[in-house]
């Protein structure tokens, strides 16, 4: 079957860095993203990675190993409003989006 | 710019009840165009979805059915509502092929089966 792994809580200083992990079992890959998704809310795209390696855009990165089938968030200088639940999500060989359970961040000051 | 609207945002229904959630696109033409669930602490339920007028795929066998009558409308409905239909529903769309498949969200509602 397809599965997804991430975190189900984290935990952070407001200032901090903080990584969320996702590792992934699926029919293939042709893509993994990242979703913000703060409480009663829509989800947010943040990131995308096909290739191997880190994106980085602003205070948050997202890093790809294709051959580990792993993937992390890394958020830089937390702020309060990074609150949220962070999605992890990959697109198998069909295309079709699997959907992690989300990694509920809560920034503490 | 593209925008996506779905309504209306919460709505308590009792058992047996019809529903019907609408979503529109502005902004881009011949969308793909989604509709997800989300339960409490589960990932995001992928229920229907269109690349075109009049073309639905559904990915779940339930009492749901969708339909696109124009190019940025698609409308979620139910005859009779179960108490297991309540739930976080979503509306989003997509480019058509070739993109990312980056995807778009509506606000979202949040329907309560009584």
């Known amino acids: 079957g397809q599965n997804i792994d991430q975190p189900t809580e984290m935990t952070a200083t407001e200032g901090a860095i903080v990584q969320i992990n996702c590792t992934y079992q699926t029919s293939g890959f042709n893509g993994l993203f990242w979703y913000q998704q703060h409480a009663g809310e829509a989800p947010t795209f943040l990131s995308y990675?096909?290739l191997d390696g880190l994106e980085e855009k602003g205070r948050f990165s997202s890093f790809l190993s294709r051959s580990k089938g792993y993937s992390y968030l890394l958020l830089k200088e937390l702020q309060m409003k990074d609150s949220a639940s962070y999605l992890c999500v990959v697109k198998d060989s069909n295309y079709q989006l699997i959907w992690g359970a989300g990694t509920k961040l809560i920034i503490k000051p | 710019s593209q925008t996506i609207h779905q309504w209306p945002a919460t709505l308590v229904q009792p058992v047996g009840s019809p529903l019907s959630l609408e979503c529109t696109v502005e902004g881009t033409s011949n969308p793909n165009l989604y509709w997800y669930r989300q339960a409490a602490g589960r990932g995001l339920q992928l229920l229907f979805y269109?690349?075109?007028?009049?073309?639905i795929s559904s990915e779940v066998p339930q009492n749901l059915s969708a339909s696109r009558p124009q190019d940025r409308q698609f409308i979620l409905s139910s005859k009779k509502l179960l108490l297991s239909d309540s739930g976080f529903y979503l509306c989003?769309?997509?480019?058509?092929?070739?993109?990312?498949?980056?995807?778009?969200f509506g606000e979202g509602s949040r329907l309560t089966v009584l």
């Open positions: 990675n096909v």
């Open positions: 269109s690349v075109g007028i009049g073309q």
């Open positions: 989003a769309w997509s480019r058509a092929s070739g993109h990312t498949g980056e995807l778009f």
